[in-house]
Structures are given as C-alpha cells and as structure tokens.
C-alpha cells in the first residue's frame, strides 16, 4: 500500500502528544513518514502501528533538536531528500519556572528547541520544496505570541518568533505552490504541561482542547490555504481586525521625523 504517497512528511516531536497525532493523520492522508524525537522506543512503537494500519513507509530517526550536530544532519536529509513534501515542526519546550528563576542551561536549550532547531529545518526546507515546486511547511506556534502577559516569556517569545517566521516565509512564498501555515493552539491536553511541571488540570476546563480536535482543526486550516490558524478563536473577524490593524500601521513605522509626541 505505497502507490499513491503525497512525498515524505518530516514530522519532529512525534514520539506523543500532537506530533504523534500528526503522524497518524498524514499517514491517513497517503504521506510517507520520517518522525523524529529522543525516544526511539516510543516512535517505533508508533512506527509499527501506522505501518500496520495504513501500509505507508514510516522511518524513526531518534536524535536530539538541541543538539547543533544532529540538527545539522536532519537539515541535510531534508534538503537532499527527492520524496520530501512536508515539514511539521513540532517539537517545543517550556521552562520549569520563569527566566528569572530557570537556570541558564535550560534557557537555551529551549531557544535551542523551539527557535533554532526549527528555523534551520524550515530553512532546509525551503531550500528542497522551491526546486520541486510544491509542498508544505507547518510550524507549531501557539496563541501565546498574540498574549505575552499571560504565561512564561521566554516560551512565548520563542512562539512568537515562529509566527512571525512563518508569515515572513508565507510572503516570499505566496506565487509559488510551497505553503506554509503557523497553528496556534490555546491550551492543549499533551506531555509538554507535566513534563515543565505545570498542571493542565489547573485551567478551568473550558480552556482546555483534546489534542485530536486540534490537530484535526488545523489541517483543516491547512486545506483551507491558512496561512495563521487559531483552532480555538470562534470569532474570525478578530484575528482579521488583529492583521488589517498591524498592517495599516506597518507604513508609519519608519520616517525620517521623530514622532512628534518624542519632540521636547
């Protein structure tokens, strides 16, 4: 059951939580599949399970985002594989504490994780999809780049980054056949909450989506030609507002005149 493949899918933090659920869903869509985590154990447990299911090639690759090296080596597979079609950049850290009170070591390797790790693959990407003409970049934001007040800065900033990543590579992109889309998810039910020691079950329960719900929303949005998907914002208009609003601003942000409330 291998006829018929939409090229290989790229799919990093896959070993659970949202990047597992991607996995099984693109496998569904007919994607080969490269999935990439620490755990080896668990994406190939998960490996045979999709293979069983839906007869697509999926390949493990245990290594380490954090690690220069091996975030190296991954880029250049991408780049030098001719059945490449999709990156999923999903692997994503949060600290324990705050910047204030985190060591040094973990704050970079989240910058490492959620803001190098990805930009070099999404580099990589691009690099192979424009000489093929087609394919896609999905990077995994979250709504708090849009809400920095609300939780760790260090963990939205790096989110932040990814959005605006994103919508710069959108704009480059948008007269060829290589999509990118930035997902926001709100709060999530997955591993990254225990594994920062935090509890999601502290979140009214109204705040709270089923990992499939969203990872279903926004491959909808995918479909849809999103460039920004937000599953959980009910309301369209505001997120348009949100964009018209910085977009109407973007011609007064550089002027020779200081502005005059500045002038003393």
């Known amino acids: 059951m291998t006829d018929g493949t939409l090229g290989r899918a790229v799919v990093t933090g896959a070993s659970t939580g949202l990047g597992a ?3 099984d869903r693109l496998a569904r869509r007919n994607y080969d599949l490269l999935l990439v985590a620490r755990d080896k ?4 447990a998960l490996a045979e399970k999709l293979v069983r299911e839906t007869g697509r090639s999926v390949e493990v690759l245990a290594l380490d985002l954090t690690d220069s090296a091996q975030v190296a080596d991954l880029a250049r597979r991408i780049e030098e594989d001719d059945s490449f079609s999709l990156l999923v950049n999903n692997a994503g850290m949060s600290l324990h504490g705050t910047l204030a009170t985190s060591d040094a070591d973990e704050v970079a390797r989240l910058v490492a994780l959620n803001v190098v790790a990805p930009t070099l693959l999404a580099q990589a990407a691009v690099k192979a999809l ?5 394919g896609g ?18 963990y939205s900033a790096s989110k932040a980054f990814l959005l605006n990543l994103s919508q710069s590579l959108a704009a480059q992109l948008k007269d060829t056949e290589v999509r990118v889309q930035a997902v926001l998810p709100g709060a999530t039910r997955t591993e990254i909450w225990e594994r920062s020691g935090k509890d999601i079950n502290a979140f009214p329960a109204d705040w709270v989506m089923e990992a499939d719900d969203l990872v279903d929303a926004a491959l909808a949005g995918f479909d849809a030609g999103e460039t920004i998907t ?13 964009q018209a609003a910085r977009l109407a601003m973007e011609p007064n942000l550089s002027r020779r005149e200081v502005a005059q409330r500045y002038r003393v």
């Open 21 to 23: 659920i991607y996995a």
């Open 41 to 44: 154990a668990r994406l190939s």
């Open 130 to 134: 424009t000489k093929r003409g087609k």
């Open 137 to 154: 970049i999905i990077n995994l934001s979250s709504v708090l780049a849009l809400a920095p007040e609300r939780f760790e800065g260090t």
């Open 230 to 242: 937000i599953p959980p914002l009910a309301d369209e208009d505001q997120w348009n507002a949100f």
